[in-house]
T-cell receptor, first 115, second 111 residues
Framework: GAGVSQTPSNKVTEKGKYVELRCDPI?????LYWYRQSLGQGPEFLIY????????DSGLPNDRFFAVRPEGSVSTLKIQRTERGDSAVYLC?????????????FGEGSRLTVL | GENVEQHPSTLSVQEGDSAVIKCTYS??????FPWYKQELGKRPQLIID?????GEKKDQRIAVTLNKTAKHFSLHITETQPEDSAVYFC??????????FGTGTSLTVIP
């Protein structure tokens, strides 16, 4: 597809379980971002990849959260020992990093509910 | 890191009136300021952006102004229409870095 694709669109899990959220960015976009959005709030930065490496992971709330992008395209956000406070919409975005560019293209998000 | 503040959190206007949303940022090195519109249950989408080398940009009924000295930027929507009702987010970024978002403004245009 032409846009940013995120799966699953909805995930319900129990407290303490492990979850993976996947993001497939727009082809050719070197930058990939993960954000978390709670109801009524703005997107909260989690981690930013430039190619395969995490350029900035300062937004990850704790060591239960981890993200990878092994081939510089698809990324997976991994959450261990989920807690009820992790419930949110997890947004992925990508951008083409180049001169006079910068627009973020968002996916539809993965809604995570931890019971 | 960057801190972006956005006001007001909610805004109601009559159809045809203007709406103004304001944001401030803390990092003087930020040089790119986009505005995103998010309709209920939808993804945020870019509506207009401005770079630090210009002070104002306009696109039909939407305009953005930037005051680098004061570190604030504003979104102006004129002749508002019901379909403008949504949550609007400002953001700030510097080249090669992540984007920091404001907390959002819920705009309601009353027919």
């Amino acid at each position: 597809g032409a846009g940013v694709s995120q799966t699953p669109s909805n995930k319900v899990t129990e407290k303490g379980k492990y979850v993976e959220l996947r993001c497939d960015p727009i082809s050719g976009h070197t930058a990939l971002y993960w954000y978390r959005q709670s109801l009524g709030q703005g997107p909260e930065f989690l981690i930013y990849f430039q190619g395969t490496g995490a350029a900035d992971d300062s937004g990850l709330p704790n060591d239960r959260f981890f993200a990878v992008r092994p081939e510089g395209s698809v990324s997976t956000l991994k959450i261990q020992r989920t807690e009820r406070g992790d419930s949110a919409v997890y947004l992925c975005a990508s951008s083409f990093t180049g001169p006079n560019t910068g627009e973020l293209f968002f996916g539809e998000g993965s809604r995570l509910t931890v019971l | 890191g960057e801190n972006v503040e956005q006001h007001p959190s909610t805004l109601s206007v009559q159809e045809g009136d203007s709406a103004v949303i304001k944001c401030t940022y803390s990092d003087s090195a930020s040089n790119y300021f986009p505005w995103y519109k998010q309709e209920l249950g939808k993804r945020p989408q870019l509506i207009i952006d401005i770079r630090s080398n210009v002070g104002e940009k306009k696109d039909q009924r939407i305009a953005v102004t930037l005051n680098k000295t004061a570190k604030h930027f504003s979104l102006h929507i004129t002749e508002t229409q019901p379909e403008d009702s949504a949550v609007y987010f400002c953001a700030a970024s510097k080249t090669g870095n992540q984007f920091y978002f404001g907390t959002g403004t819920s705009l309601t245009v009353i027919p």
